[in-house]
């Protein structure tokens, strides 16, 4: 398979284009690097910096010509979307249009979206579906949601499939400490380093901790289904990528310490604005859709990502 994989140099991105790589599928990757890293990509894969938002991009995709797109590049802070809206706005929803008409000028079968846990906003039911309602508490969640119905109005009309897949929390060797999803990454540097990490709030509050290799195996599940991913109706191309089950942040630090053996303290700090109470995503329809499931648990998980903190101190 040709696969063009936008956000490529990222944590995400750079772990699936080595499992694509792996798997016999020829891949292209566009990246800016402005959170991404030249250490992260695979020396076999293609490579051109370049902004998703900036001219260069459709010469690129239409003369790969691939067969589908993995598009990954955005601004993934929550935090920084709170202090930069309109930067947030143009990389997440411009850019994401911008990927949209590429790919249908090149003639794409597919497009997969990596969208976010943030669209749900705080849930009024759990586990979060991909009916439930949506309403973002966060310009990052706005713009991811704004997102998919921009991938709507561009792909359906050129006939193009597309699926919008919802990522919980994302944890795994890579990750940078100041990115979405960044509890275990921030604690994981932390203790490597015999930092004390803070637990905000109670630390009573659960997530759906979802490792990376599982995130991939979802993408390249989706990229290689023979049916429709972007079913009729508005919540049709939405796919929570989840492992349906809810850790609170006191467990996940606990896991984590006995994970990197860290002997020290961890403080307690203010509860942060925004924050949900409770967060876990029903993994259901991408099992029944295109046969995924996770399959990597939370304490296994959490020992690959502890190793690969340990060598980088
Ligand atoms: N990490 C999580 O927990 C999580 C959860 C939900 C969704 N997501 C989404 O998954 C995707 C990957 O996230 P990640 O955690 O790997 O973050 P990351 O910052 O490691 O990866 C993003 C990549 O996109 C690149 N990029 C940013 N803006 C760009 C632009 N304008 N043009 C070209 N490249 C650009 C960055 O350099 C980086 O390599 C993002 O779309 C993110 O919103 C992540």
């Known amino acids: 398979m040709r696969v063009l994989v936008t956000g490529g140099a990222g944590f995400i991105g750079g772990a699936l284009v080595h499992a694509l790589l792996g798997g016999g599928g020829e891949v292209m990757v566009v990246d800016d690097l402005s959170t991404g890293s030249i250490d ?35 601004q993934v802070s929550a935090a920084a979307s709170i202090v930069d809206p309109d930067v947030d706005w143009r990389v997440n929803v411009e850019g994401t ?35 439930s309602s949506t309403e973002p508490a966060v310009p990052y969640g706005r713009s991811k949601l704004a997102a998919e119905g921009v991938l709507a109005e561009v792909l359906r009309p050129a006939g193009v499939d597309f699926a919008c897949l919802r990522f919980a929390n994302v944890y795994g060797p890579r990750q940078r400490a100041d990115g979405e999803g960044g509890v275990v990454a921030e604690f994981g540097s932390r203790m490597a380093r015999g930092i004390t990490p803070t637990i905000f709030g109670s630390g009573t509050q659960t997530r759906d901790f979802i490792f990376v290799a599982d995130i991939v195996s979802a993408c390249a599940a989706a990229a290689a289904f023979e049916g429709t991913l972007a079913q009729p109706g508005a919540n049709g191309p939405a796919y ?33 604005e925004g924050d949900v109470a409770a967060s876990v995503l029903s993994p259901r329809k991408a099992a029944d859709t295109f046969g995924w499931k996770a399959a990597v648990d939370l304490q296994a998980g959490l020992g690959a990502t502890a190793a690969w903190f340990s060598q980088q101190s």
């Open 97 to 131: 249009r911008a990927v949209a008409e590429a790919a249908v000028a090149a003639g794409a079968r597919r497009v997969l979206f990596a969208s976010s846990a943030a669209v749900y906003g705080e849930p009024q039911e759990l586990p979060l579906t991909e009916e």
């Open 240 to 272: 929570n990528v989840s492992t349906g089950l809810a850790t609170s942040v006191n467990a996940l630090a606990e896991g984590l310490r006995v994970a990197m053996r860290y002997p020290g303290e961890i403080a307690r700090g203010e509860a942060r």
């Open 40 to 74: 992260n990509l695979h020396p076999a894969a293609g490579f051109r910096t370049i902004d998703v938002t900036g001219p260069g991009l459709a010469n690129v995709v239409i003369g790969y010509g691939p067969e589908v797109i993995v598009h990954f590049a955005a």
